[in-house]
C-alpha cells in the first residue's frame, strides 16, 4: 500500500467524520458538550461505548501480543464483564441520584473540597498519559507508513493528529462523540471481520479449517491456572480485570459521560449491559485476528518485525495482501485513534472546568463558554506534548504500559470511591493529597521488593494494592469518634 494510498483513505475518513461532527454539533451549548443534554437513546449509547472500550492500543497491541501472552487476556475480559455489573447496579445509580456533571464531584459531597480535586487531578494524570499513549502508537505507525516517506517529522505528525481532534470535538463535545463513536465502531467492527475474511482468503481456509487452526494453535490458549507468580496466572488477571474495569470505566469521566448522557439511570444500565456482551464478542476476534496474521506470515515466509505492535501493520501493508486490507488497517486504526483521543479531549476539558476551575458555579453562560473554549485548547496542546515526550522512552509493549500507567493513577482514584461507598466514616480532607500520593509510591516499592526478593511479578493487579493503601491512608485521616 504506497503512502498516497495511506493519506487518500485518512482523508475521507476525516471528511466523513468532520461531516457527521458538524451535524451532530449544531446548537451544541455546554449542557450538550458535558452531558448530551442527557437525551442519547440507551443503544445509541451502547454503539458507542462499543467503540469507547477499543482504542488504537487494542487495534494494534491486542492481535500482536498473542505470540508471548496467547489469549490470556480473555481472562481479564471475564473480569471485565463483571466490572460492567458493578458499575450498572452500583455506580450508575449513585451518580444519577446526585445528578452529577463530573464523577469527581461526589468526593465533594462525601468527603469534602480537597478530596475532589485530588481525585480529578489524578484523573487529569491518568486520561492525558495513557491517551497519549494510544495516540503516540498510531502516530508511530502512521510515521513509518506515511510521514517518513515525505519527511515530515514526528513532531508534526503529532500536532496535526491532536489539531484535527481540537477541531471536531469543539463545538458538540459528548453530543459529537456519541455519532462520531458510532461511526468508529462501524469501521473497527467491520475492518476487523473483512481483515479475517481476507486472510482466510489468502491462505485458502475455509471457516471450518479456520476454527480449527485457530483451536489447535498454542496461541489460543486461554486459561492459565499453572503458576501464581506469572503475570498470566487466571486469578490475577480475573480480578484485576474487575478492579481495571470499575476503576478506568466505572470511574473515568471519558467513558461516564456517553453512559450518562442516557436519560434515566435504566437506560444507562441497558447501555451497560449491551456493551458488556458485545465487548467480549469484539476482543475474541481481535484475538482470532491475532493467530491468523501469525500464521499468514508463517504461510508467506514473512520475518516477524522487531515489535508484536508492527505485526498488524506490516502483513495489512507489506504483506501482498489485497490493496482493500491496508484501507481496512488504516479506517480502523485512525477511527480508534480519532474517537479515543477525542471523547479523552471532551473529559478532561470537562473536569477541568468543573471540577479544578469549578466554572459550572456562575450563572453566566457566556462566560462558561468562552472558559470551556480555552480549556479545551489548553487540555490539546498539552496533550501533543506528553506525545511527543513519549516519542523518547517508549520500549514496551504499550498495552502493557498503559495499563502499568493506569495501575499507579487510576488507584488513589478508586481507594477514595470505594472508602466513601463501603464507609460511613469522615476523614480529615485537607491531608487527603498524602495519602493519594503516598499510595502509589507504596505500591511501586512493593512491586520492586516481591519481584527481586520472592521472584513474584505483580500484574495488572497493581491497582488494587495502589487501592488498598489510599483506603489505609484514609483509615489513618478518619476524624476521631467519627464512622
Not at 456533571?101 to 462525601?110: G, M, N, P, V
Not at 508492527?310 to 482493500?324: E, K, R, Y
Not at 477525542?342 to 477541568?352: D, E, K, N, R, V
Amino acid at each position: 500500500m504506497s503512502p498516497a494510498a495511506v493519506i487518500l483513505t485518512v482523508l475521507g475518513y476525516i471528511v466523513l467524520l468532520f461531516a457527521l461532527a458538524r451535524i451532530s454539533g449544531r446548537r451544541a451549548g455546554n449542557a450538550a458538550f458535558f452531558t448530551g443534554n442527557r437525551r442519547t437513546p440507551w443503544y445509541m449509547a451502547a454503539s458507542a461505548m462499543i467503540a469507547a472500550a477499543m482504542s488504537g492500543v487494542t487495534f494494534i497491541s491486542v492481535p500482536g501480543s498473542v505470540a508471548t501472552d496467547a489469549f490470556s487476556y480473555m481472562q481479564m475480559v471475564m473480569g471485565f464483564t463483571v466490572g460492567q455489573f458493578l458499575i450498572a447496579f452500583v455506580l450508575i445509580p449513585t451518580f444519577y441520584r446526585l445528578q452529577v456533571i463530573s464523577l469527581y464531584e461526589y468526593l465533594d459531597t462525601r468527603f469534602g473540597i480537597v478530596s475532589h480535586r485530588t481525585g480529578a487531578w489524578f484523573f487529569f494524570l491518568s486520561k492525558m498519559s495513557g491517551t497519549a499513549l494510544k495516540v503516540y502508537i498510531v502516530c508511530a505507525v502512521m510515521q513509518g507508513l506515511v510521514f517518513d516517506y515525505y519527511g515530515v517529522p514526528f513532531w508534526l505528525n503529532a500536532t496535526l493528529t491532536m489539531a484535527f481532534v481540537w477541531l471536531y470535538t469543539q463545538q458538540g463535545g459528548v453530543k459529537t462523540l456519541i455519532w462520531t463513536d458510532t461511526l468508529k465502531t462501524i469501521c473497527l467492527v467491520g475492518s476487523l471481520v473483512l481483515t479475517i475474511v481476507c486472510l482466510m482468503h489468502g491462505m485458502d481456509w475455509s471457516l471450518a479449517e479456520t476454527t480449527r487452526q485457530v483451536v489447535q494453535s498454542s496461541m489460543s490458549r486461554i486459561f492459565f491456572f499453572d503458576d501464581p507468580a506469572s503475570g498470566t496466572y487466571f486469578w490475577k488477571m480475573f480480578f484485576a480485570g474487575i478492579v481495571l474495569l470499575v476503576a478506568m470505566t466505572g470511574l473515568d469521566q471519558d467513558m461516564m459521560q456517553r453512559n450518562m448522557s442516557c436519560a434515566t439511570p435504566r437506560d444507562a444500565q441497558k447501555n451497560i449491559l449491551l456493551t458488556a456482551c458485545c465487548q467480549i464478542f469484539v476482543i475474541l476476534l481481535f484475538l482470532i485476528l491475532g493467530v491468523l496474521l501469525y500464521r499468514y506470515m508463517d504461510y508467506i515466509g514473512m520475518p516477524l518485525p522487531a515489535k508484536s505492535d508492527q505485526v498488524f501493520s506490516q502483513v495489512a501493508v507489506n504483506g501482498g495482501m489485497p490493496l482493500i486490507v491496508g484501507i481496512l488497517f488504516v479506517i480502523g486504526l485512525i477511527s480508534s485513534t480519532y474517537s479515543s483521543a477525542g471523547s479523552a479531549l471532551t473529559a478532561l476539558t470537562t473536569s477541568f472546568t468543573v471540577d479544578i476551575l469549578a466554572a459550572t458555579k456562575q450563572s453566566d453562560e457566556r462566560r462558561l463558554t468562552r472558559t470551556r473554549r480555552i480549556v479545551h485548547i489548553a487540555m490539546a496542546a498539552c496533550m501533543t506534548l506528553v506525545i511527543l515526550a513519549f516519542e523518547y522512552g517508549v520500549d514496551d509493549s504499550v498495552i502493557n504500559l498503559v495499563y502499568k500507567v493506569a495501575g499507579y493513577t487510576y488507584g488513589p482514584i478508586l481507594g477514595l470511591f470505594v472508602f466513601g461507598l463501603m464507609t460511613q466514616r469522615r476523614i480529615r480532607d485537607r491531608w487527603i493529597p498524602l495519602a493519594a500520593i503516598a499510595a502509589p509510591v507504596l505500591s511501586g516499592l512493593l512491586q520492586y521488593v516481591a519481584r527481586t526478593r520472592w521472584n513474584y511479578q505483580i500484574g495488572f493487579e497493581l491497582l488494587i494494592y495502589n487501592a488498598a493503601f489510599t483506603m489505609i491512608g484514609m483509615l489513618l485521616l478518619t476524624k476521631r469518634n467519627e464512622k
